[in-house]
Structures are given as structure tokens and as C-alpha cells.
């Protein structure tokens, strides 16, 4: 099986954060025996994330995303990544009373 990991975020683009994320995730799948080709680091744009999560499905069996999940305005992984699979994105009630109780 061949993985491969698309950070996002315009912060790492700059150099401002280090993507530990990457190299955490590449050592674990390497346990699991997933051969990882690639590694992506795309800013926090729809059109290049929505270019770059097709890319990565093209060539590779899995798929491991980290980024771009805050709050802000321009993090839009979940809006892009639903859009490229064609999927709608749903509210999961118990998840959202769950987060509601926490905060």
C-alpha cells in the first residue's frame, strides 16, 4: 500500500512553523508498512488544495491530511475535500452536543 501526506497551511509554506506533523505521521506509517512517495505542504487556498488532494488520490492508495481545521476564515480543508469527492458536508448532532458540553 502506498500512502502519502498533504499538510496544509500557509504557515508552513513560510518557514513560521515547523511541519513535525509530517515527519510524525511518515515514521508511522512507515511502521504500518505503508510506503510513502510523496509529501505536500500546499498553503491555505481552495483552488491549490483542491489540485493538490486530486494529485495525491491520482497516485496513491491512502491519503493522510493534517491543517487547515482551525477556525479562521482561510482554513478550508474540510469545505475542499468534501467538494473534490462530491460529498456534502453534514452536522453530526452528537458530536456538536458533545463539543458544546466541553466548552
Do not use: W
Not at 39 to 57: I, S, Y
Amino acid at each position: 500500500m502506498t500512502g502519502e501526506i498533504l499538510c496544509v497551511g500557509t504557515e508552513l509554506l513560510l518557514g513560521d512553523i515547523i511541519n513535525t506533523n509530517a515527519a510524525f505521521l511518515a515514521r508511522e506509517l512507515a511502521a504500518l508498512g505503508i510506503s510513502v512517495y510523496h509529501q505536500t505542504v500546499v498553503g491555505d487556498n481552495g483552488n491549490r488544495l483542491c489540485e493538490a488532494v486530486k494529485l495525491a488520490l491520482s497516485r496513491s492508495d491512502l491519503l493522510v491530511m493534517t491543517g487547515g481545521l482551525g477556525p479562521t476564515y482561510d482554513d478550508l480543508t474540510k469545505e475542499t475535500v468534501a467538494r473534490v469527492l462530491g460529498l456534502p458536508l453534514e452536522e453530526h448532532a452528537d458530536s456538536l452536543r458533545r463539543l458544546r458540553e466541553y466548552f
